[in-house]
């Protein structure tokens, strides 16, 4: 993008060292050339120091998506691990109850113990159930947090994509004097904005076939 820019004002330091020239869509116009060099060059001052906020904003957001996935892979390790308590416990809690049923001539003393495991174990189980459930409430925010963020990533790129294209527009236009050109990266700068505006402000706007295509 800098390189963009330099080439840009390069071109419109060179447009205003010539002398006289013709407008190519009009008469000769005295200092026109020059006040269309004037608007292409503050044109590209302001799409540029918009692309470069955004650049700024998507460095961030992929730190973020970084945190949001390592720990949605500890939470689903989580998860995992917890459900391993849970498959032991039931499987001991099984045990305990043919142990008790099929055991002949059981001192009530033996029974008492059985049934006081049966109840830590009943315990432990639905413990583990709540804490599986609120485990995998938190693994799958982090999948949401991630799915947002990677969001508002395609709104930066789509708009870094769209601006640089329109500042190469600017140094055509700051070239070749056509005004056609300027209003034509007028619009993608224009675009650019608004999906990097709607990445800075969380919006959902997100056009899939752009993203595809850069993607």
């Known amino acids: 993008m800098s390189e963009l820019a330099d080439t840009v004002n390069e071109a419109v330091e060179r447009s205003r060292g010539q002398e006289g020239g013709r407008d190519t869509e009009g008469p000769s ?14 044109s590209v001052a302001i799409t540029a120091t918009f692309t470069a906020l955004c650049n700024v904003k998507k460095g961030n957001v992929v730190q973020a998506m ?7 892979v500890d939470a689903w390790a989580y998860y995992q ?8 416990a039931e499987s001991a809690l099984d045990g305990l109850r043919i142990q008790r049923e099929t055991m002949p001539g ?11 495991k049966l109840g830590e ?16 409430r938190t693994a799958e925010g982090f999948h949401d947090d991630y799915e947002r963020l990677d969001t508002r990533h395609d709104q930066f790129d789509m708009a870094e994509a769209l601006t640089s294209i329109a500042v ?13 050109l300027l209003y034509l990266a007028w619009a993608f700068a224009a ?4 999906l990097g505006s709607a990445g800075f402000l969380s919006l959902g706007l997100h056009p899939d076939f752009l993203a595809r295509a850069l993607g």
């Open 191 to 194: 675009i650019g904005v608004v």
């Open 66 to 72: 970084a945190r949001a996935q390592t720990s949605g």
């Open 106 to 116: 059981l001192s009530p003393d033996g029974r008492a113990l059985i049934d006081r």
């Open 81 to 88: 691990a917890k459900g391993t308590k849970l498959n032991i």
């Open 168 to 180: 190469a527009l600017f140094g055509i236009t700051a070239l070749t004097q056509k005004k056609r």
């Open 29 to 42: 116009r005295p200092g026109a050339r020059w006040n269309l060099n004037a608007v292409v060059a503050i």
């Open 121 to 136: 174990y009943t315990d432990k189980i639905h413990r583990y159930d709540a804490e599986k459930a609120e485990i995998k």
